[in-house]
């Protein structure tokens, strides 16, 4: 079984900066695209930034020039790197990835538990 695990959530004040990972482990042949998601209390979950096997990442308007998400892709770990932060980026973030689990399935796509952010004003 595959299995997502998120850390280096926390309280930080507004201005302030915090590193997510998330580490994928288990029965793992290759991951395609991985990313960060976020659930604010009373909110639909939305989409943070995803990044590629390759490289290549996309934002949330909302994150643009503040957030950066990057992977080591030896060590199954994508990172969300979140520079000035807003109390209106509190929220629970939620990894996922596009894993091949297996050489003769498609991708399947697997969710962490989630690691809660608290922005202070």
């Known amino acids: 079984q595959v299995q997502l695990v998120e850390s280096g959530g926390g309280l930080v004040q507004a201005g302030g900066s915090l590193r997510l990972s998330c580490a994928a482990s288990?029965?793992?042949?290759?991951?395609?695209?991985m990313g960060w998601s976020r659930q604010a209390p009373g909110k639909q979950r939305e989409l943070v930034a995803v990044?590629?096997?390759?490289?290549?990442?996309n934002y949330a308007d909302s994150v643009k020039g503040r957030f950066t998400i990057s992977r080591d892709n030896a060590k199954n770990t994508v990172y969300l790197q979140m520079n000035s932060l807003k109390p209106e980026d509190t929220a629970v973030y939620y990894c996922?990835?596009?894993?091949?689990?297996?050489?003769?399935?498609?991708?399947?796509?697997?969710w962490g538990r989630g690691t809660q952010v608290t922005v202070s004003s």
């Open positions: 288990g029965s793992i042949v290759s991951i395609n695209a």
């Open positions: 990044i590629t096997s390759g490289g290549s990442a």
């Open positions: 996922n990835a596009d894993i091949y689990y297996t050489s003769y399935l498609p991708p399947k796509n697997f």
